[in-house]
């Protein structure tokens, strides 16, 4: 696993309102499908509904004492080259104690993605994202969606 | 305020049990002070005691019904150039509805930082911190602590 966080998505209650509020401090992106995409540097920050992210990382959004550790709404993410370099980073995780809360599988943008947690319970997704083009140092640049920037 | 991500922190209950996790899947960092730092391209991700860092932060490390949402455990920091970098951050964060859950003031290691909570709770650290070199492009490069690195 290289040392490498491609997305750190924040898990909100209204996309709209926490896009409104990270425009407000002179932030600028791209609103997909009731996602919003910041790129920031190498990486991305993305806000999507806290609901969503649960269900997508295979946790659940309740109390505490459900996991290992409550959800807090955030999962970064570590894009990789392949589906097989998913798999392969998964097992690693798995072997030295990661929970995975989610087994690798095709996703819905055509990828391919898992998640683990940590001894913590934080989240980490390994995707492969054919759309979201890595660099040779690993840097992520989000594509260009098509769509208006946000008001 | 840029858009920037400087730093990763995730809160853990043992950090050295953390950074053998993290070494086991490939990762190198440095160890100092009881605290793990990875480089990570251009910003770092760092293993802290989740309870120094709820401390730090401001906020109860305790039950969902204590503050804006759960602490999750996870803090990211926007690291900024100057200590009036940092004023007018917050300030513009408190603006536009953000909790200030610290208040900015100096730093065990002479830097200048505060945190506020996005709407949906989640934390920034909005730090200016003279030891972690901020380049051109606002990359952060973490210093050589001089330590050994971690077993």
Chains 1, 2 share one sequence.
Not at 11 to 26: K, L, M, N, S, W
Not at 102 to 117: D, R
Request: overall charge negative; cysteine-free.
């Amino acid at each position: 696993m290289e040392q490498r966080v491609s997305l750190i998505t924040l898990g909100v209650d209204d996309v709209d309102r926490a896009t409104a509020f990270y425009e407000a401090i002179g932030w600028r992106g791209q609103v997909v499908e009731g996602t919003a995409f910041f790129q920031a540097g190498p990486l991305a920050v993305v806000l999507w509904s806290r609901a969503s992210l649960a269900e997508d990382a295979g946790v659940p959004d309740g109390s505490p004492s459900t996991g290992p550790a409550p959800f807090g709404g955030v999962a970064l993410a570590h894009n990789v080259r392949s589906f097989d370099e998913v798999d392969a980073v998964i097992e690693a995780a798995r072997q030295v104690g990661a929970t995975v809360t989610k087994e690798p599988a095709p996703t819905f943008y055509g990828g391919y993605a898992g998640y683990f947690a940590d001894l913590d319970g934080h989240l980490w997704e390994v995707a492969h994202n054919p759309g979201f083009a890595l660099d040779v140092v690993g840097a992520l640049t989000l594509p260009d969606f098509g769509a208006a920037p946000p008001e």
